[in-house]
């Protein structure tokens, strides 16, 4: 089965700085990558996602990029705030034949916290 | 409010108790799912109904049964509860992009707590 790798597991940067965090994946039908970000005691948030025929997407200040061959997609944060300190999730899936759902493998999580 | 909610927030019980958690989608969503969130935040699926039928079933106990009376609505019950059962339990739902994508949305979870 799928298994997702996500490094490193702990991020200190300086406001203002970019944050990367780094994952692989090991399933080479997985054609969906979700990351999300998790603020102390609320849900998962879906912040972006790129699909398997994409290698890069933007929205505002955040970035992901996605190297298949490499089975390796990065999420990339610019000038950071205080409020992205969070935990964040990458995640790969496939959609299981067209069953319906879709099978979700996280990373461990990267805890991020921007010094001001 | 359009949302996945969940009832209880907060559940706390002992060892060997039967317990029951709730959740709703008001989105119009067909698929619903479970997730574990134990104490080091990992993430981990544990079932997923597509239109009140089973779809996902990883290596979970069989003390936990989900049930689906609807395509809104994903229970799970808990039977003979273990101190390892101590987690987050988040329910969350999924909206079909077309081509076979899907985007899932969590619930705000369930804290238990076994003692």
């Known amino acids: 089965g799928e298994n997702v790798e996500q490094h490193p597991s702990t991020l200190s940067v300086q406001e203002g700085d970019s944050a990367v965090i780094k994952c692989t994946y090991s399933?080479?039908?997985?054609?969906?990558f979700p990351w999300y970000k998790q603020e102390l005691g609320k849900r998962p948030q879906l912040i972006i996602d790129?699909?398997?025929?994409?290698g890069e997407k933007k929205d505002q200040r955040i970035a992901v990029t996605l190297n298949k061959t490499a089975k390796h997609f990065s999420l990339h944060i610019t000038e950071t705030q205080p409020e992205d300190s969070a935990v964040y999730f990458c995640?790969?899936?496939?959609?299981?034949?067209?069953?319906?759902?879709?099978?979700?493998?996280f990373g461990q999580g990267t805890r991020l916290t921007i010094n001001p | 409010d359009t949302a996945v909610s969940q009832t209880p927030k907060y559940l706390v019980t002992q060892m060997g108790n039967d317990k029951s958690i709730k959740c709703e989608q008001n989105?119009?969503?067909?698929?619903m799912y479970w997730y574990k969130q134990d104490s080091k935040k990992f993430l981990k699926i544990m079932f997923s109904?597509?239109?009140?039928?089973?779809?996902i079933n990883e290596t979970v106990p069989n003390r936990f049964s989900p049930k689906s009376p609807d395509k809104a609505h994903l229970n799970l019950h808990i039977n003979s509860l273990e101190l390892g059962d101590s987690a987050v339990y988040f329910c969350?739902?999924?909206?079909?992009?077309?081509?076979?994508?899907?985007?899932?949305?969590f619930g705000p979870g369930t804290r238990l707590t076994v003692t």
């Open positions: 995640a790969a899936s496939n959609p299981l034949g067209g069953q319906g759902a879709q099978k979700l493998v």
């Open positions: 790129i699909r398997s025929n994409v």
């Open positions: 399933d080479s039908a997985s054609n969906y």
């Open positions: 989105l119009g969503h067909d698929t």
């Open positions: 969350a739902s999924s909206r079909a992009l077309g081509q076979g994508y899907y985007e899932q949305y």
């Open positions: 109904y597509n239109n009140k039928e089973l779809i």
